[in-house]
């Protein structure tokens, strides 16, 4: 008896050895794996070893039909050895096995040949795995070949890739898209740790989520469909991905928070159908927003790949806890380690949360607003937060209520924001009912047209006319308020205008008939179908601290500083690099326009790309009048211009009037000859009797004199400096003034230290009770100022 394993088919392939120098009973040798009869469903052969159909060069001139034979149709060890060979060529190279089909498919950016894209998935990837276990000297996984030319393929994630979240969205193919068949994908997880789960094919495509353990994951997925079913054979297509999964440690987490009031009942709105299936208590209501988080970070994960930033994205807080994940989990009470979901009691009561002057969407409400200071308040009592180390909480009001007899949603704001203590989002139960619960129920979810029975559940602004759409709003707008607790403001597109209405677009592959636009849905939706994040927002996530992965290099504490120079420029440094310059022409309110400085030194557009360097983001960058203003449409050129820039360390530094600072009114001639600029204004004047002041410090043009010391008057805010100078030299900059004699910082000029000052600047100022950020180190802070966005 002779047992030919698959290993030892693909060493026979790989040497390349002749079938003539091969024992003479193998090329009679029948290997079966199937009754004859379960042959009947092929009509064609498929070519043996000594086969002339294949050429010198490769390429395989019988008809596409005879490639596209599933593997159960072999009736020689060799023949289904030979397509398991095409088959490794093809699932290693992550393209359909189907030749000449390349070039039409072309399902989007996984497959383009953008080079800046390409090097930057390369670096990435690269980096990732520096950052593991592994080293770069270790052998790639080696990916098992598919079983069958009608084996799924997955396009959005590179086998042996690194991951940082717990669940990854993947989307592929199964057989041929141009003859599109619809099915089943089984997805079975490493090790059979978490259930199986299945996903619906449609037209050959396919998206799911899959759940992974901590370390190397090798997922086998299996596709099935009516139409390739054959009598006593197996129906299942199969291949295998390997995915590895790091956990981040060292990023601070979200916090997911419930909010109850002190008399609460702990439910929320359901319809009965609801509530005598599943129930509507704070036990299912956890469960349906851990869901609903994991989606939250699953969608940022593959949108931060796909703008290629890798596989980056932010964490949250888990614990030891009975998971929920998996309905199968639910019922055995398997133990898991998954997000936490923190339970705070409110000094509220339900009446109180309920007062229709909270309600956020009532016309009449006059304290609209609150319900964020309430919840405000318990976070920060909860959490123990302290200011400079930031807690970032997304919360959800339990209290939630339709009221039919008004018209509105008692309980329940949209809001998010923060200062330096608490960054905060905001957002109501109402909808979460249609949430799902279990990773199987996703699809389902997001796929069931239920009308909104307003007689129970709200139909949140006339968008949530079915339970699907209402899973939409609630989700997609709760995510809306995530993104600005991580400072993502309004744009023109993406989650942070309102593009959230087809979130379900990112994990269904076919989407049912819309209320809201009164349209059948989208028979097959492809990646650029999806809702997505603004570009300017993953630029956020890119330097944001809770999108940190083991590799980024140390963040510094430095400021931006800008200037007006010669040749109507300005000149803008930060020694932790520039990252991006966003303009704002007078009347925009939202960016649309703007300048991005990427890590591979390249210079980047919304109209065109440019070289910059090797050295990766610039730590100067000097902008003339023309660079501006060929960066804006001509209707904006002669209008007022904001700038916000954005370091490499998370910083925003904003210039309120850019042209000032290389106006007339700006220079200045320095008593040597030499031009001189205004500098911008240090602080806000908000205080009541501020006047403006400039000075011109003399080791501008003249020999510098040695600076002993600075001191700094100050009470709550910043009074004034004076600089006291060998030889008994002082400049007063603003006024004496808060603490007596105010504190001194001496410099020790015989080691060297000194401060570091502009030639050719000519200092501005105007003392207020509001300072500057790049003053924080020489003055008491006051009491930050948290900024809210609907």
């Known amino acids: 008896m002779f047992t030919f394993t698959f290993s030892r088919c693909q060493a026979l392939l790989r040497n390349r050895r002749s079938t003539e120098a091969m024992p003479s009973f193998i090329d009679t040798l029948s290997l079966r794996r199937k009754s004859k009869a379960s042959f009947k469903v092929a009509e064609i052969d498929v070519p043996s070893p000594d086969s002339t159909s294949l050429s010198n060069d490769g390429s395989n001139d019988k008809p596409s039909t005879q490639r596209n034979k599933s593997s159960s149709t072999l009736s020689s060890f060799f023949g289904r050895a030979h397509l398991l060979h095409i088959l490794l060529d093809a699932s290693l190279d992550h393209k359909p096995p189907f030749h000449g089909h390349e070039q039409r498919l072309r399902p989007w950016p996984y497959t383009t040949t953008n080079p800046e894209t390409d090097r930057d998935s390369r670096r990435v990837t690269a980096s990732d795995i520096s950052a593991s276990p592994a080293t770069e000297t270790e052998p790639a996984t080696r990916q098992t070949p598919a079983t069958s030319p009608w084996a799924p393929r997955v396009l959005s994630v590179s086998d042996g890739s690194w991951v940082h979240q717990k669940v990854l969205l993947i989307f592929g193919q199964c057989a041929d898209p141009q003859q599109p068949l619809d099915g089943t994908l089984t997805v079975h997880h490493h090790q059979n740790n978490f259930p199986a789960q299945q996903w619906p094919v449609n037209d050959s495509h396919f998206k799911a989520l899959v759940c992974l353990q901590p370390g190397p994951n090798r997922l086998r997925l299996e596709f099935t469909s009516p139409r390739l079913q054959a009598p006593g ?97 639910s019922e055995a009470g398997t133990m898991r380690n998954e997000a936490k979901i923190h339970v705070i009691r409110l000094d509220k009561t339900v009446a109180e949360i309920r007062d229709l002057d909270l309600a956020q969407q009532y016309e009449g409400a006059k304290r609209n607003g609150e319900l964020y200071s309430i919840a405000y308040d318990a976070v920060l009592n909860y959490f123990r937060a302290q200011s400079g180390r930031p807690q970032y909480v997304s919360c959800m009001f339990m209290d939630t209520k339709w009221d039919k007899d008004v018209g509105t949603v008692r309980g329940h704001a949209a809001l998010g924001g923060g200062d330096d203590t608490i960054k905060l989002a905001i957002f109501g139960s109402h909808c979460l009912q249609s949430y799902p619960a279990h990773l199987d129920e996703v699809v389902p979810a997001f796929s069931d047209c239920t009308r909104t029975d307003t007689n129970h559940v709200a139909n949140d602004c006339g968008e949530a006319g079915s339970s699907w759409e209402a899973a939409n709003i609630g989700i997609g707008a709760h995510l809306h308020e995530t993104g600005h607790l991580l400072g993502c403001p309004h744009q023109e597109s993406g989650v942070m205008l309102r593009d959230y209405t087809t979130f379900n677009r990112t994990f269904v592959t076919r989407e049912p008939y819309s209320t809201r636009t009164r349209q059948p849905g989208q028979r097959l939706i492809l990646p650029q179908d999806e809702c997505e994040w603004h570009r300017l927002d993953t630029l956020r996530f890119r330097y944001h601290p809770c999108f940190r992965i083991p590799n980024d290099p140390a963040t510094t504490d430095t400021t931006t500083q800008v200037w007006g120079v010669e040749n109507n420029s300005i000149l803008v440094t930060n020694q932790a690099g520039i990252a991006w310059i966003e303009f704002f022409p007078e009347g925009d309110d939202e960016c649309h326009h703007w300048i991005e400085y990427s890590e591979h030194g390249t210079t980047r557009s919304r109209d065109r790309d440019s070289d910059y360097g090797p050295n990766g983001p610039p730590k100067q960058v000097t902008l003339s009048d023309q660079t501006i203003k060929d960066r804006l449409p001509a209707e904006k050129r002669g209008r007022k211009l904001r700038i916000d820039i954005f370091s490499c360390n998370g910083e925003r530094h904003e210039v309120k009037d850019v042209y000032s600072l290389y106006s007339k009114e700006a220079r200045y001639k320095l008593p040597d000859g030499r031009p001189g600029f205004k500098s911008s204004k240090l602080g806000s004047s908000a205080m009541e009797g501020s006047q403006p002041q400039e000075m011109i410090f003399s080791t501008a043009w003249k020999q510098k004199e040695p600076l002993l010391s600075v001191r700094i008057y100050h009470g709550a805010a910043l009074d004034g400096m004076e600089f006291f100078y060998e030889g008994g030299k002082r400049l007063l900059f603003g006024k004496r003034g808060g603490k007596e004699g105010g504190d001194d910082f001496a410099l020790n000029i015989w080691k060297g230290e000194t401060i570091i000052d502009s030639p050719s600047a000519l200092a501005t100022t105007s003392m207020a009770s509001r300072f500057s950020p790049a003053m924080a180190a020489v003055a008491t802070s006051t009491a930050a100022k948290a900024v809210l966005c609907e």
């Open 233 to 329: 054979s197996n129906n299942a297509h199969t291949s295998w991905i390997h995915i590895n999964y790091l956990p981040l440690n060292d990023s601070p987490p979200i916090q997911l928070c419930i909010l109850l009031a002190k008399d609460s009942d702990e439910t929320y709105d359901a319809v009965p159908e609801r509530v005598a299936k599943e129930g509507n208590d704070l036990a299912m209501a956890i469960k349906k927003f851990r869901l609903c988080a994991y989606l939250w970070q699953a969608f940022t994960a593959e949108q931060m790949h796909r703008q290629g930033f890798g596989r980056r994205c932010y964490r949250y807080e888990e614990e030891w806890q009975l998971g929920t994940l998996a309905y199968k989990d």
